[in-house]
RNA sequence: GCCGCGGUAGUAUAGCCUGGCCUAGUAUGCGGGCCUGUCAAGCCCGUGACCCGGGUUCAAAUCCCGGCCGCGGCGCCA
C-alpha cells in the first residue's frame, strides 16, 4: 500500500507521531504559495493535513516536482510531522513527494465550496462534488443506516435474504414497473421485495430483513423521490397483531437514534449538516388513527381530507407538528388506513373491512416507512385480490405460497435515502443518493 | 401526466421589472508575475459568458412567440 493511514487518524494521533517520519496520501485541496515556502493542504474523506515545502531546507528535485502540482492533483508525502501552527496543530515537512495524478484539465467544479453549487451541476461532476467532505459524510452516514439496521434485526433474530429484482409481474399494480427484455419476453424491475419476504417468511424463515434496490417507474418531479432507491425491509410470523410490526420497526429507530449520539461518523454527519438525533419520547412513538387524523387536522389546523382519502404531503407535515408540539416527538405513527388506499395484500379489520391493519410512519413530516399485517388466509387474500379488480390468475404465482402453511405475518419497507434526507435534514433526496437515477438522469 | 418558475464565463452571481449609461460588473477558478509561515493567504496583470431559433424596435441579456434543457408543486409513493 502507498497509503498506510488515513488523514484524521494521523491527526488523532498527533501526540505520539510528532517527532517521526509519516507518509500522507491524498487530493491537494489547496496550494499556498509564497515563492520560497510552499502550504500544500492535503485531503481525504477524513480530513486535512498541510504539507510544508521550503527552499534550503526541501531538497530541490523536491521542490521542482512541487511545482507540476495543481490543485486536486493526487500525491504522497514522506517527512517528519511536526508541530506548527495550523488548524489541525501539525504540519509534514516534506522530505520526499510523489506526483501520481495531475488534471488534465481545469475544474468544472471546486470540491471545497461545491455545496455551494446548484445540484444538477453537482450531480454532473458528483465524482468532485464527493470530495467535499460535508458531501461524502452523507454517504459514511448512509452506511452508518444501514450497518445500524442489519445489526437490530440481526440481533432481533431476523436472517437476511437477497430477493430476485428481475419479476414476472409488479407487485400491486402494473402501472408503475420498467419493464425490461430478458431473453425473449418482457420482465420487470421489482418495485419492492413484498412477495419474496412474505415467501421466505412463510418458507420457514420466520423473520427476514433486506436492503436492496427498488425501482418505481413514476415520472414524479419533487424532492422526495428516486425512481431507484433502496429499501429496508422487514417481514415477520406469529405476530399478533400489527402493533407487533410496529414495534420493530420503532425499536430500530430508538436505536438509531441513540447510536447516533455514540457514534463518531453519524455524530460528525449531523454537526456538519446543523442536525441534531432524532426525538423519541420515552413513552414510545406516538400512534393516531387516519380517522382521528382528518379530524385533528380539520379542528386543529383547518384542514379537510375527506374520511377515506389519504393524507396529502401537507397533512403529513401538519401531523408532524401535531407530533411535535403534543408529544415532543419527530415521529408519528398513522396506522388504520383506508382499504382503498391500500395494496390488496393489506389485512382489513374484520368488523370494519373499509379499514386495514396498516401504518406509516412520519419522520419530521416525510413519510419514511409503510407496513402493517398482511392477509395470510388463502380465501380472503383471493377476496382482496377480486375486491382491488386484479386478476388472480396475474397473482397466482404468489397465490401459490399461502397453501401449505402461513403464519400471521406483517412487515414494513423504510426509504434509506429518505431516512438519511431527514436525519441530517437535507433539502432533496437526490443529494442522499451518491448517483440518483431520476427521470431525465442516467449518467454518470 | 397536469401546473408554475427559471436558463448570463468552469463555478456562483449582478444586470432583466422600467430596452440605449453593457465595450455585460463582481467573486472564485484558470494562465502569468511578486512574496520564507500561509491557513478561504495577499497584491498586480491577463483569460473567459447573455441556451437555440424567430419576431418587435433606430436599438434586445432586457419585451413577445416557439423549441430545447433544468428546477419545483400536485398526483402517486419509501
Given at each position: ?28 485541496h ?15 474523506r ?11 531546507v526541501?531538497?530541490s ?5 512541487a ?8 500525491v504522497?508525502?514522506?517527512g ?12 509534514v ?10 488534471p488534465?484539465?481545469p ?15 453537482r ?5 468532485l ?7 461524502s ?11 445500524v439496521?442489519r ?14 429484482k428481475i ?8 402501472a ?10 418482457t ?14 417468511v412463510?418458507?420457514?424463515?420466520e ?23 433502496h ?8 405476530i399478533?397483531n400489527?402493533h ?9 429507530f ?6 447516533m ?31 382521528e387524523?382528518?379530524e ?6 383547518g ?5 377515506g382519502e ?13 407530533a ?33 391493519y396498516?401504518?406509516?410512519?412520519l419522520?419530521r ?9 398482511r ?15 386484479l ?11 399461502f ?6 405475518h ?26 440518483p ?7 454518470p
Open positions: 500500500m502507498l497509503k498506510k493511514a488515513f488523514i484524521g487518524s494521523l491527526v488523532e494521533r498527533k501526540s505520539e507521531l510528532v517527532g517521526s517520519q509519516v507518509v500522507v496520501c491524498g487530493w491537494v489547496r496550494i499556498r504559495d509564497l515563492g520560497k515556502v510552499k502550504f500544500l493542504v492535503l485531503r481525504d477524513t480530513g486535512f493535513i498541510q504539507a510544508t515545502l521550503k527552499a534550503g526541501t531538497p528535485e523536491v521542490l521542482e516536482e511545482e507540476r502540482i495543481k490543485l486536486e492533483s493526487v504522497c508525502v514522506e517528519l510531522l511536526s508541530e506548527a501552527p495550523t488548524r489541525e496543530g501539525v504540519e515537512k516534506v522530505e520526499n513527494l510523489k506526483v501520481l495524478s495531475i488534465v484539465e475544474l468544472p467544479l471546486e470540491p471545497g465550496e461545491s455545496d455551494k453549487a446548484a445540484l444538477p451541476v450531480l454532473k461532476y458528483r465524482w462534488d464527493l470530495r467535499n467532505p460535508k458531501v459524510s452523507i454517504f459514511e452516514f448512509e452506511a452508518f443506516v444501514a450497518r439496521f445489526e437490530y434485526y440481526a440481533s432481533q433474530g431476523f436472517v437476511e435474504i437477497f430477493t430476485p419479476v414476472a409481474a409488479g407487485t400491486e399494480s402494473g408503475e414497473v420498467f419493464p425490461v427484455l430478458y431473453f425473449d419476453k420482465v420487470y424491475l421489482a418495485q419492492s421485495p413484498q412477495f419474496y419476504k412474505q415467501f421466505a412463510i418458507a420457514g424463515l423473520r427476514v430483513f433486506e436492503i436492496g434496490p427498488v425501482f418505481r417507474a413514476e415520472p414524479h418531479h419533487t424532492t422526495r423521490h428516486l425512481n431507484e432507491y429499501s429496508l425491509d422487514i417481514e415477520l410470523g406469529f399478533e400489527y407487533d410490526v410496529m414495534s420493530y420497526v420503532e425499536g430500530f430508538r436505536e438509531l437514534a441513540k447510536r449520539e455514540e457514534d463518531n461518523t453519524a455524530r460528525k454527519a449531523l454537526e456538519v449538516h446543523g442536525a441534531e438525533p432524532p426525538r423519541i419520547p420515552a413513552s414510545g412513538i406516538p400512534k393516531v388513527r387516519i380517522r387524523a382528518y385533528i387536522l380539520r379542528e386543529r389546523y384542514k379537510v381530507i375527506p374520511e389519504d393524507l396529502d404531503s401537507e397533512a403529513e407535515k401538519l401531523m408532524a407538528s401535531y411535535r408540539e403534543e408529544y415532543d416527538s419527530d415521529f408519528v405513527f398513522i396506522i388504520e388506513y383506508p382499504w382503498r388506499v391500500r395494496p390488496f395484500y393489506t389485512m382489513r379489520i374484520d368488523f370494519e373491512p373499509e379499514w386495514t396498516s401504518f406509516d410512519l419522520f413530516g416525510l413519510e419514511v416507512v409503510t407496513g402493517g399485517q392477509e395470510h388466509r388463502y380465501e380472503r387474500l383471493v377476496e382482496n385480490l377480486e375486491s382491488k379488480g386478476k388472480k390468475d396475474d397473482f397466482q404465482f404468489y397465490l401459490d405460497f397453501k401449505h402453511g402461513a403464519p400471521p406483517g412487515g414494513a419497507g423504510m426509504g434509506l435515502e429518505r431516512i438519511v434526507m431527514q436525519s441530517l435534514k437535507l433539502q432533496n433526496v437526490r443529494e442522499a443518493r451518491m448517483l437515477r431520476d427521470t431525465e438522469r442516467v449518467v
